[in-house]
């Protein structure tokens, strides 16, 4: 499995891709951080980028890399190797150089600009939502056979967990408004990755604010730090699920 | 001439002879608080040396001094109020008092005061008290540097740290009031001064005012007490360099204002409250260069405020600056600094040209539907919010601040 991960890191870190995604954020960090006095701020800005354009590349670089090397897996198909460690070697490769993209773009100029605690709850949300935008993508590329329909499905992953499912959620909580949706509101938004992400980084941010309409049961939740590690759990689990899915689908697929 | 010479030193003499001094102590001929009481005349001093006093209820009727030696400790055994003053002019100093009894129909204090005129107690620690100090009907009456400390496990179980009832012109300055259902209560308490305290972790208010007119509230800190700050139905307050911190809950509040006419509140410190300030009913109440930060809501105005003015404040790092309840805006908001705010200044003034509105829809929404706040700081809540800033349709329009400074006013508490 290493030897294979070898070989399509190499594969990937030759591609220009990944390092102008490294270049992007490092921008984007360090203009951040220039153009506002106030690191806190900054902090807030790099996390809207960290929500939406992470998973973005993720998904979608994934999905793509996927199809282009569809032949070098192949080649590696007709050889003694079990298609478990083709997969995973191939998970792994493309995970280890996004999150070391990430790191290099977002996480070490940010412990140098501004080291603080939510500043490194910011750098774990985006490595973890690297990993788990990562699996959905796998489970869109095992899917179907056709790129730009795994594409179109990338997207749509993207699309729903940044945008279409907060609406769902603002709609339900708005419908149900006279009923108590503590608990509800939480379980609907464990439901996606980008959401959880979100909370650790609101845990840390806003946790005044987030104490204000809590019964007993919130204020365990958010008062403690079983609020991140509740967050951090899920994301593991929103990265195992589909990784393992797909697993099972590409096992069996007839490629 | 030499007659009168000789007639005004007797008499000085005599004056100096009246004042005596009585020692308790267990090797003393006086070994008893009470006893010395009873044998002090007024304008004595009774000096307690250290050791274990308990001796029930001590009720003081005579203008005299207490003084304790290295903290002598007086015992009220869960059972009795230990000292009951009904005179003027009674000083308690550097005493030690501990566990006095618990009642749900009487207040049992420590220091139960009842008119007692220009009393003061000084230096003195409280543990494990139902009150601490209670203040009835006295008149400039001083309470300083004394440290309370009770271990209520919930709020009516034990009573007020600093109780003053009908007061006026006292001094409460430089205390420590901790574990109390109300840190520093005061009902009916006017021209009165509390400077300096420090009322942190009580079950309810740190601070908690009600119909005291014409009162100053000066350096004091207010921290992490259980519904934070309450103050209602008093007009003529004012409020200075004080710190207002860490007060979280559905409930809490750093400064509630219920009821307030023409306060003044200055230099203040708002950090990290859920609600920093709550207004109900308000009027004509001036906020100037206050500092609110790291607040969940800098602060809650409902809309039957009126005629209230804040100007020159620091608004920092909070997660909603205003919030309101209705579309009728009848208060001032006028040259804060708002760190959310994305105007521009052509002209180099350091005042925005376009108007900052501090209400955000999200925050209107929150208002009705509590659990919303989850979605906070999601693309969708962002996407919302900056429609709203284009087109205003359900936030209040005439609540804006139309010149917006530019630079944060860095104030140095």
């Known amino acids: ?255 | 001439m030499i007659r009168v010479v000789i007639f005004v030193a007797v008499f000085l003499f005599s004056v100096c002879t009246f004042a005596r001094t009585w020692v308790v102590a267990k090797n003393s001929s006086v070994k008893s608080i009470k006893s010395a009481i009873e044998l002090a005349a007024k304008g004595d001093t009774i000096r307690i040396m250290k050791g274990i006093y308990k001796e029930g209820n001590m009720v003081i009727q005579k203008s005299i001094v207490i003084i304790g030696i290295d903290y002598p400790v007086l015992d009220g055994e869960n059972k009795y109020e230990i000292f009951t003053i009904a005179a003027t002019d009674v000083s308690i100093i550097g005493l030690r008092m501990i566990n006095t009894g618990v009642g749900s129909i009487n207040d049992i204090s420590a220091i139960s005061a009842i008119e007692a005129k220009r009393l003061r107690v000084l230096n003195n620690q409280f543990e494990n008290t139902f009150f601490g100090i209670h203040l009835a009907n006295c008149i400039g009456s001083v309470v300083e540097d004394n440290v309370l400390h009770s271990n209520a496990e919930v709020e009516h179980q034990i009573g007020n740290g600093i109780h003053a009832w009908k007061c006026d012109s006292i001094t409460i300055r430089n205390n420590k009031v901790s574990g109390h259902r109300d840190g520093i209560y005061f009902e009916f308490v006017t021209n009165s001064l509390v400077e300096k305290n420090f009322s942190h972790h009580n079950m309810r208010y740190g601070l908690h005012f009600m119909f005291s007119h014409n009162d100053e509230y000066r350096s004091n800190v207010f921290q992490n007490n259980g519904a934070g700050v309450a103050v209602m139905y008093t007009k003529k307050v004012k409020m200075i360099s004080n710190r207002f911190e860490d007060n979280w809950g559905a409930s809490s509040y750093g400064l509630l204002l219920k009821d307030i006419g023409d306060a003044d509140i200055q230099l203040n410190h708002f950090a990290k409250n859920t609600v920093a300030v709550y207004m109900e009913g308000s009027s004509r109440c001036h906020f100037t260069q206050n500092v609110f930060s790291g607040n969940g809501w800098a602060v809650k105005m409902q809309a039957n405020c009126d005629e209230n003015v804040y100007s020159k404040n620091s608004f920092l790092s909070n997660t909603f600056d205003m919030a309101t309840n209705g579309s009728l805006v009848l208060n001032t908001v006028d040259a804060n600094y708002w760190d959310k705010y994305e105007g521009y200044d052509l002209d180099k003034d350091r005042v925005g040209d376009v108007p900052y509105h501090p209400v955000s829809l999200y925050s209107m929404v929150v208002e009705k539907m509590p659990s919303a706040v989850m979605l906070w700081r999601s693309f969708l809540v962002y996407m919302l919010d900056r429609t709203e800033k284009v087109l205003p349709s359900a936030t209040p329009e005439n609540l804006k601040d139309i010149h917006p400074a530019m630079r944060n006013y860095d104030y140095n508490f």
């Open chain 1, 1 to 255: 499995m290493m030897k294979i991960a070898k070989y399509v890191s190499y594969d990937i870190l030759r591609n220009r891709f990944i390092a102008l995604y490294t270049l992007f954020l490092l921008m984007v960090t360090f203009s951040m951080f220039s153009l506002d006095s106030d690191p806190g701020k900054a902090t807030l800005s790099l996390l809207n980028i960290v929500l939406l354009v992470v998973p973005l590349v993720s998904i979608v670089f994934t999905t793509i890399h996927f199809y282009n090397s569809y032949e070098f897996i192949e080649l590696l198909l007709a050889q003694p190797v079990s298609r478990k460690t083709i997969y995973f070697a191939e998970y792994f490769s493309i995970s280890i150089a996004l999150s070391t993209a990430y790191i290099i773009g977002v996480a070490i100029p940010m412990l140098f600009l501004n080291f603080s605690e939510s500043s490194l709850y910011l750098i774990m949300a985006g490595l973890l939502l690297t990993f788990v935008f990562v699996a959905l993508a796998f489970g869109a590329s095992v899917a179907t056979r056709d790129k730009a329909k795994a594409i179109g499905i990338a997207l749509l992953f993207w699309f729903y967990f940044t945008l279409i499912y907060d609406g769902l959620i603002l709609y339900v909580i708005y419908s149900f408004s006279d009923y108590p949706l503590d608990k509800v509101t939480l379980a609907l938004v464990s439901l996606n990755p980008i959401d959880l992400a979100r909370i650790i980084i609101l845990l840390k941010l806003d946790l005044s604010a987030l104490m204000g309409y809590t019964g007993a049961f919130y204020k365990n939740f958010f008062g403690s730090s079983l609020g991140v590690i509740y967050s951090v759990l899920f994301l593991f689990v929103w990265t195992l699920a589909p990784l393992l899915l797909a697993m099972r689908k590409f096992v069996r697929k007839d490629i």
